[in-house]
């Protein structure tokens, strides 16, 4: 990197995979569907051909989000990146405030990323996954919100803890399915 030249981050947004309809049990403890695990493969499938291996993956406690990092995961190892940094795992953080949280709240927990990470899996649920991405790129992010397995891939030149509003346009979108 040259004097001057920005360092780009890259903020990975992902809506859980399918998960079971609601039934007597807490919602937090719903599981993924069959459909569901193959889609969050295939999710990580996704990343690793476009060398979008996350350095930190922040994650909802919630059992359904917890799944799809796992079958994201795995999803990942059998594909080689192009000149990313094979044969490294990310720092994965479970974080219970991403359950059902705004898109601030999801903001902030973003922010409280260590600076050097480069690219960051955030994996969560609607409404607030769908409003963070809006948050971040008014003019590109889909009006209709992120669909299960949804990936929605913003980039920026600031630090985490700089990020605002508006300052980390899609540069792609994917919609796994397995």
């Given at each position: 990197?040259?004097?001057?030249?920005?360092?780009?981050?890259t903020l990975v947004l992902l809506r859980h995979a399918k998960a079971e309809q609601p039934g007597n049990g807490p919602d937090v403890e719903r599981?993924?569907?069959?459909?569901?695990?193959?889609?969050?493969?295939a999710a990580g499938a996704w990343l690793a051909r476009q060398a979008l291996l996350p350095?930190?993956?922040?994650?909802?406690?919630?059992r359904r989000t917890r799944q799809t990092w796992h079958d994201v995961a795995l999803g990942m190892?059998?594909?080689?990146?192009?000149?990313?940094?094979?044969?490294?795992?990310?720092?994965?953080?479970?974080?219970?405030?991403?359950?059902?949280?705004h898109p601030d709240d999801l903001l902030d927990?973003?922010?409280?990323?260590?600076?050097?990470?480069?690219?960051?899996?955030?994996v969560a649920h609607n409404p607030g996954i769908s409003l963070l991405s809006a948050l971040l790129d008014p003019e590109l992010a889909d009006r209709?919100?992120?669909?299960?397995?949804?990936?929605?891939v913003h980039r920026t030149a600031t630090s985490w803890a700089d990020l605002t509003?508006?300052?980390?346009?899609?540069i792609a979108r994917h919609t796994a399915r397995g």
């Open positions: 990197m040259t004097d001057g030249e920005a360092e780009t981050r599981r993924l569907t069959a459909r569901g695990h193959a889609d969050a493969a350095d930190v993956v922040l994650c909802s406690a919630a190892t059998g594909v080689p990146p192009e000149g990313g940094p094979a044969g490294t795992a990310p720092v994965v953080r479970y974080a219970a405030a991403a359950y059902e949280a927990l973003v922010r409280m990323v260590e600076p050097e990470a480069h690219t960051v899996l955030l209709e919100g992120l669909r299960t397995t949804d990936l929605a509003p508006g300052d980390s346009p899609i």
